[in-house]
């Protein structure tokens, strides 16, 4: 699968329309940025359950502030919504598939009730 574009326009769709969505977070400008770039293209054609979207943080300033991104590029997965990894730096492919299939096999139940547990709100009795 090809990479998408991630804009404000389109972010909540492909959120809420996929289980499993990569964001590489990355600027035309920087070094780092374009050697990762190959890498996480290459990557997205072995996982097509997977969407993989990059965010120009230049293009998509409000995105970026919004995941309080501030180095890149800066690696986001989000499974059912739910953000659960975020790296700055490139990584190297194989790291790069590891983690992808880690993140396949996670029991996102079991996430999102820790999370509810660690939340203030789910503490309140």
């Known amino acids: 699968m090809a990479t998408l574009e991630i804009t404000k ?3 909540d769709q492909t959120m809420d329309q996929n289980e499993t969505v990569i964001l590489d977070f990355w600027a035309s400008w920087c070094g780092p940025c374009r050697m990762f770039g190959p890498t996480f293209e290459k990557v997205s054609g072995q996982f097509p359950g997977v969407v ?7 293009a998509q300033q409000e995105l970026a502030a919004a995941f309080q991104v501030r ?3 800066t690696l986001m997965v989000f499974r059912q919504n739910t953000l ?3 790296q700055a730096g490139a990584l190297p492919e194989s790291a ?3 983690l992808i299939q880690k993140i396949q096999t996670l029991d996102m139940g079991k996430i999102k009730q ?3 547990a660690s939340s203030p709100q789910g503490n309140i009795e």
């Not at 993989?52 to 230049?58: A, I, L, P």
Request: glycine share 4%; net charge negative.
């Open 52 to 58: 993989f979207g990059k965010v120009d943080t230049e």
């Open 71 to 73: 180095s890149i590029p």
């Open 9 to 11: 326009e389109n972010f």
């Open 84 to 86: 659960i990894f975020e």
């Open 114 to 116: 820790e999370i509810e």
């Open 96 to 98: 790069l598939t590891e």
